[in-house]
């Protein structure tokens, strides 16, 4: 394919998955961001890569699985360029069953997972989970999923603009507007988008969360009512995060982390004693359809946008760029109905 120029304004996650993918086609890339990659939401630390429960199944939900099956290739293929490491692995997910109810509905899910993800990932109801770090269990019964994977996000950014620029792309903070143009501006984008509009397009969602100095770098991660504990490969544990509408910072951390990191050592003694080594909180990008939106950009003729990866950015990234560099680079547009921007207008 001959060569083409892309500009991508926002060096987090989807800007620099879908630089990443455009380039691998030929294109010519550039990546423009102020505050350099992973500056935004993209730089935090929990990295938990769920899938949503199998049942109900729709667009959103199949999307997802295909993005989560294609990961491991993606950020293979990433870290070798970079020669560093997103902190990818497919280690899977325990969840505690609370009660009988719960319990029922796990049990059937196990049936969906087995025909909704195609043998691709099983989902199990088990007594006995695997992992060095197990919570207690009302019920005594825990989940276990083999899609969920963890990755360290400011890591993964670093990983991913390394990898553009050592294939000759750049990633930097100011710069001539060339060629195809994609927003993935995340949560500042979505705001300015929803201004003088008649309803909210999207907004941010401040999440806070922590990082200990406890190893368990080969435990899947664990999601105990709400709260997302995940070991990462250099041997720290994240855990998060809030959910904030209304704040009065968006980057700062306060009692509610506190009160985070409390319920993550009550749900797991081993960590009473482990040290915090980071606190951080940002905001994330959150579309009125809480689906991703992508495609045309609804105010800017010609140019496209990407955003709107509110809590799920990282496991849906690898299909992401997939179908924008379809439609960018060669006019296919395979984006799912509900994650165009029509959906959130």
């Known amino acids: 394919m001959a060569s083409a120029e892309v500009t991508i304004y926002g060096a ?26 992973g500056a935004g939401s993209s730089g935090g630390i929990v990295g938990a890569l769920a899938p949503h429960v199998p049942e109900n199944w729709n667009e959103k939900k199949a999307f997802q699985l295909d993005s989560l099956v294609m990961a491991q290739a993606f950020w293979d293929e990433v870290d070798t360029a970079s020669g560093l490491s997103a902190g990818y ?61 963890r990755l360290h996000p400011r890591r993964a950014c670093e990983s991913l603009a390394s990898a553009l620029r050592a294939r000759g792309g750049e990633v930097i903070p100011d710069g001539p507007t060339q060629g195809h143009i994609i927003h993935a501006t995340g949560a500042a984008g979505l705001i300015e988008l929803s201004k003088d509009r008649p309803r909210m397009i999207g907004n941010g969602v401040k999440g806070q969360a922590a990082l200990l100095d406890f190893d368990a770098k080969t435990a899947p991660q664990l999601f105990v009512d709400g709260l997302h504990i995940v070991p990462h ?34 749900a797991l003694p081993e960590l009473r004693n482990a040290k915090v080594i980071e ?67």
């Open 233 to 266: 490969a250099d041997g720290t544990t994240a855990i998060g995060s809030t959910s904030e509408r209304d704040y009065t910072s968006p980057d700062s951390t306060d009692a509610l982390l506190d009160v985070r990191i409390e319920d993550a050592r009550t």
């Open 12 to 37: 987090g996650i989807f800007g620099l998955s879908i630089a990443w993918a455009c380039q691998q086609r030929g294109a010519q890339v550039c990546v423009i961001d102020p505050g350099g990659p």
């Open 89 to 149: 692995a497919r280690t899977g997910r325990v969840q505690p069953i609370p009660d009988d109810r719960s319990l029922e509905r796990a049990h059937q899910r196990t049936a969906g997972a087995a025909s909704l993800w195609q043998g691709q990932a099983t989902w199990e109801v088990t007594q006995n989970p695997p992992g060095s770090i197990t919570p207690a269990s009302p019920t005594g019964w825990y989940i276990f999923d083999t899609l969920s994977a």
């Open 279 to 345: 606190r951080w909180a940002g905001l994330r990008p959150r579309s009125r359809s809480r689906a991703p939106m992508l495609g045309a950009h609804p105010l800017r003729a010609g140019e496209y946008i990407a955003n709107g990866g509110f809590k799920i950015g990282f496991g849906m990234a690898p299909k992401v760029a997939q179908v924008m560099a379809d439609l960018v680079l060669e006019g296919q547009d395979r984006i799912p109905d509900g994650f165009k921007p029509d959906a959130n207008l």
